[in-house]
């Protein structure tokens, strides 16, 4: 994606202020990821839309980016730094005649369905011991899309080359659901398929996954200011 952040920032909409305020506040913190800014929204604008319509988004990786897709869903699925009361007033009615249904009310959140591919231990093992371990993630994937058919996949790998997340990818890409791969500078080979890219700077993987940690927190806290406006918590 081409232009520079300060270009690209006068096009965030005024009713997105909080947005803005975000992305202002990464550059100041974060000035050696700020080239990355316009793959940023372009990323954040390709989850806004299906997540708008009750989508899942699977996410997978390995190793450490395996353990990034986990931290994503924990800032998505449940609040992150804004409030996400229940308001769906049919689920409040009918909670209320349930047992435990007004501590529930009080205590459960809004929150984004995601799924992170490889976290059924019982899944991998016996794919594993069927067929070739490698596409687990991709059955995984297809044992989902063959029966809804909808949503978003995000794929991290350092490198980009991981061969069971780009297997995922592609069984993804058959159904025609959005792609996104978040790599390091290179991209790899899931940045030349993936509907959208998002490359970060490092010299390391390392480096790399240092550099994605406040890039996926900034996505996600611009994913939580987009559907929940002026609901911010206090500070702990």
Same mark, same amino acid.
């Given at each position: 994606?081409n232009?520079?952040?300060?270009d690209?920032?006068?096009k965030i909409?005024e009713?997105h202020l909080?947005?803005r305020?975000?992305i202002?506040h ?8 700020k080239?990355c800014i316009p793959?940023i929204?372009?990323?954040?604008n ?7 319509r ?6 997978c990786g390995?190793g450490?980016?395996?353990?990034d897709a ?7 699925a449940?609040?992150?730094? /804004?409030? /996400?009361?229940?308001?769906?007033k049919k689920?409040?009615k009918n909670l209320?005649?349930l047992p435990?249904?007004?501590?529930l009310?009080?205590?459960l959140?809004?929150?984004f369905?995601v ?8 899944? /991998?093992?016996a794919?594993g ?6 596409y687990?993630?991709?059955q995984?994937?297809?044992?989902f899309?063959c /029966?809804i058919?909808?949503?978003v996949?995000?794929g991290i790998?350092t490198?980009?080359?991981a061969?069971?997340v ?7 890409k ?6 996104i791969?978040f790599?390091?500078p ?5 940045a030349k398929i993936a509907?959208?890219?998002?490359k ?7 480096d790399i ?11 996600c ?10 609901n911010?918590r206090?500070?702990?």
């Open positions: 994606m232009g520079n952040s300060e690209f920032l006068t909409d009713e909080d947005i305020k975000l202002e990464f550059s100041l913190n974060f000035p050696h990821l080239k793959q929204f372009a990323v954040f390709g989850l806004v839309v299906p997540l708008k009750g989508a899942i988004l699977f996410i390995n450490g980016s395996f353990s986990m931290h994503i869903k924990g800032e998505l449940k609040s992150f730094e /804004r409030e /996400r009361p229940l308001t769906d689920i409040i209320s005649v435990y249904g007004k501590e009310i009080e205590n959140e809004f929150g369905p799924v992170v591919l490889g976290e059924s231990h019982s899944l /991998r093992s794919y011991n069927d067929r070739d371990p490698i687990a993630y991709a995984e994937l297809n044992s899309l /029966r058919k909808d949503g996949f995000w790998s490198s980009g080359n061969r069971n780009i297997a995922a990818m592609s069984v993804a058959a159904y025609n659901i959005l792609t791969s790599t390091g290179d991209g790899g080979k899931m509907d959208l890219s998002l970060v700077p490092g010299k390391t993987t390392a996954q240092e550099n994605q940690l406040p890039i996926y927190h900034l996505l806290k611009m994913i939580e200011a987009y559907f929940f406006p002026g911010i206090s500070k702990i």
